[in-house]
C-alpha cells in the first residue's frame, strides 16, 4: 500500500504532467489500486530461476557467438551468487550480453536482488558503467541475429551510482517496442524512475509486476517507481526483417540478465506466477 501511495501521489502526476496535463490521473490510480499489485501469490512457492549452484535452465546470447556459447566464461556461478564476470577479457568491444531464462511467461511478479562491484574491462563503454539490468517480454535467444547487440523486449534497466554521480535506478528501455504512459504513447527509448543512488556494492531489491499486455510496475526496494501500460512492437532499435509487425501487442516473452561490461552480481531471480485478468 505504501509503494502504492508514494506513487499515485508523486510519481505518476509528474509523469501525467509531463505527458498530457489532461489525463485523468485519479482514474488511472484507481485501476492500480484495483488488484493489480495483488500480493496473494507471496503464499505460493516461488519459480526458482536461479538456483544459486549452477546457470541450469539459462541459455547465454552473446553479440557475435551463437545462442547457447558462454564467451569467455561471462556468466558464472561463484559463491552462490549469480555472476557477469569479464576476468577472461583482454578487452570489451560490443561482446554486449544476455542470459535468458529458458521458457517465457506472460503474468507474473519477478524478483531480483542485484548489486554493482569492480570495474569495466579496458574498452567497456563510458554509458556502460556500472548500468545492466533485466530484459523481458524478450524475444527467444535462438531468434537474435547473430551480432545483434539487444532482444527486441522491455528492459528494467539497472544503474549505480556514487557520491557524486546520482542516478537512478529501475528505469525503463525499449529496445524495439513502445509503452503508454498515462494513455500516451511514448517513443523515447529510456525513461528514468526517481529512486535514490545505490552504491557500488550496495545490495538492491527489484521487482517487477507484469500483467501481459495490460500494466506493468517497476518497483525498488518497494516502492513503485515506474508504471506503464500496452507494450508494442515497434521503434528504432528494432531489427530489420522482425518478423512481428510494428504495433503488434508484446504479450509475453523470455526474461534475460544483461551484461554491458560492468560486473554485477545477482544473488536472487525467482518469480511468482499471477493470474491472468478477466
Known amino acids: 500500500v505504501h509503494s502504492l501511495f508514494y506513487f499515485c501521489s508523486s510519481h505518476f502526476f509528474k509523469i501525467c504532467l509531463m505527458y498530457n496535463p489532461c489525463i485523468p490521473a485519479l482514474l488511472f490510480c484507481a485501476l492500480i489500486l484495483s488488484g493489480s499489485c495483488t500480493r496473494k501469490e507471496e503464499n505460493q512457492q516461488p519459480i526458482v530461476l536461479f538456483n544459486g549452484k549452477n546457470l541450469d535452465g539459462w541459455i547465454p546470447k552473446i553479440a557475435g557467438y551463437p545462442a547457447g556459447e558462454n564467451h569467455r ?19 570489451f568491444t560490443t561482446q554486449f550480453g544476455h542470459l535468458f531464462y529458458k521458457e517465457p511467461f506472460s503474468h507474473y511478479r519477478l524478483v531480483v536482488e542485484y548489486r554493482f562491484v569492480g570495474e569495466q574491462p579496458p574498452g567497456g563503454q563510458a554509458w556502460a558503467f556500472m548500468n545492466s539490468g ?6 527467444s535467444p535462438e531468434s537474435m541475429g547473430l551480432n545483434q547487440s539487444f532482444p527486441v523486449s522491455l528492459e ?20 524495439g517496442t513502445h509503452v503508454y504512459i498515462a494513455d500516451t504513447l511514448v ?14 556494492g550496495q545490495w538492491v531489491r527489484a521487482e517487477l509486476i507484469v500483467h501481459g499486455d495490460s500494466i506493468i510496475h517497476h518497483v525498488i526496494e518497494g516502492d513503485t517507481v515506474m508504471t506503464y501500460t500496452k507494450p508494442i512492437i ?12 510494428e504495433g503488434s501487442p508484446l504479450k509475453e516473452g523470455y526474461i534475460a540478465l544483461q551484461s554491458e561490461s560492468h560486473p554485477i552480481e545477482f544473488r536472487r531471480v525467482e518469480l511468482y506466477l499471477l493470474k491472468k485478468k478477466q
Do not use: W
Open 73 to 91: 566464461n561471462t556468466f558464472r556461478v561463484e559463491d552462490g551468487v549469480l555472476k557477469v564476470s569479464y576476468a577472461e577479457y583482454d578487452s
Open 134 to 139: 533485466v530484459m523481458f517480454h524478450a524475444q
Open 156 to 175: 528494467a534497466q539497472f544503474l549505480g551510482g556514487t557520491a557524486d554521480r546520482p542516478r537512478s535506478t529501475g528505469n525503463l528501455c525499449t529496445p
Open 187 to 200: 517513443t523515447q527509448h529510456c525513461i528514468s524512475a526517481r529512486t535514490p543512488t545505490y552504491l557500488p
Open 234 to 245: 515497434g521503434g528504432d532499435y528494432l531489427p530489420e526483417g522482425y518478423p512481428v509487425p
